[in-house]
């Protein structure tokens, strides 16, 4: 994306979070004028953002993506060239707690928002309506589970498990039928598991990371043979930006790391990694710290990505090998103190009560 006269916009939701902020931190670098809408929920992190602070391209606003007044209003004001739309609630394990929470804001918000842009451009000049484009950030998850062989592509099925991938998959279907109906230039992505510095530590690579260093427990679902394709976070926004610039509207590109591993072996691997950058005092490995625990209901076996189109259409290359991103993270952790503001010992086993009311009432 080269840097032009004309200084282009761009809305970002769900800026202040993992991908989103480093997605806010790339454009700015490009030059766009970026708007972070953010309603800063518990998986938001601004201390990612505190370098763009006193930064003139950049502008945080905070609100809900389902407030249809501020969204309107955002849209009409700011003419925005792009909608990269990352809002979401994300963790499976709080959708099955509260599935309630994941409806309104990622089926309910990715309306409000569509609407909206759909005004906006429908105001728009000939030139500036051909060039914008609503980006739709979504996961791998809505597509179900794989077998052991196998990828995922642009038209694999939809079969959602949770009710957070169900939330995911009712906004992709809002999405492209705006795009069906209305002519809204839209643009899909789907990425495997992100990885990288400032992720909230109720995701597995965190987890492993901060409860190593703690002295407690590292907690693995089931047998830990469960298997997740890993993406480093740079290299996704890289694709993200990639789609803005070169994708076609109304089509699908997917972003996968070509990096597979079983739940087990990664926490193995980065315990090996804390042996070396972060010896533990008693001089016993951290693998001896995993523990499995009881699985989550109906817990995925395996997801993995083929981003063939992504390459061949877009021109995206994966540029972090999974074991040079697994470092940097480790790393981040290890040189942030406090790293997002929790302890390990504050982080707890969330979706539970309802899959052990279920089994009561089956009983």
């Not at 939701?13 to 997605?23: N, V």
């Not at 800063?40 to 905070?62: C, G, M, V």
């Not at 990505?305 to 790393?331: A, M, Q, Y």
Request: glycine share 8%.
């Amino acid at each position: 994306m080269n840097a032009c006269s004309i200084i282009r916009t761009a809305i970002v939701t769900g800026g202040a979070g993992f991908i989103g902020s480093c997605l806010v931190r790339r454009l700015v670098e490009r030059r766009f004028r970026v708007i972070n809408l953010d309603k800063l929920t518990y998986a938001a992190n601004p201390d990612a953002l505190a370098s763009l602070e006193a930064n003139e391209r950049y502008k945080f606003i905070y609100g809900d993506i389902t407030d249809h007044s501020l969204v309107r209003r955002l849209m009409a004001e700011a003419k925005p060239d792009l909608v990269f739309h990352l809002a979401a609630e994300s963790h499976v394990d709080r959708s099955i707690d509260e599935p309630g929470d994941f409806v309104r804001t990622n089926i309910v918000g990715t309306f409000e928002l569509l609407e909206a842009a759909y005004a906006a451009w429908s105001a728009y000049p000939s030139d500036k309506r051909d060039a914008f484009r609503f980006l739709h950030i979504s996961t791998d998850e809505v597509f179900g589970m794989l077998g052991e062989e196998g990828d995922f592509n642009e038209t694999s099925p939809y079969k959602p498990s949770s009710p957070y991938s169900a939330s995911k998959a009712g906004s992709d279907h809002l999405v492209r039928a705006w795009h069906n109906t209305y002519g809204l230039p839209v643009i899909v992505t789907n990425c495997s598991n992100n990885f990288g510095p400032f992720q909230h530590p109720e995701k597995l690579i965190p987890t492993v990371i901060l409860k190593a260093i703690a002295g407690q427990g590292i907690p693995i679902y089931g047998t830990g043979k469960n298997i997740r394709d890993w993406i480093y976070v740079d290299d996704h926004v890289e694709g993200l930006i990639e789609a803005a610039e070169k994708g076609v509207p109304g089509e699908t590109y997917l972003f996968g790391g070509r990096s597979e591993r079983t739940n087990e072996s990664l926490a193995r691997s980065i315990c090996e990694l804390l042996d070396y950058l972060y010896p533990n005092s008693s001089g016993r490995s951290y693998a001896e710290q995993i523990t499995f625990v009881t699985d989550r209901p109906h817990h995925d076996f395996r997801y993995a990505i083929d981003p063939s189109k992504s390459e061949r259409e877009l021109g995206w290359r994966i540029r972090t090998p999974h074991e040079v991103g697994i470092e940097k993270t480790v790393r981040w952790y290890l040189d942030t103190p406090g790293a997002f503001l929790r302890s390990a010992g504050e982080l707890e086993r969330l979706g539970l009560a309802r899959a052990k009311s279920k089994v009561r009432q089956v009983r």
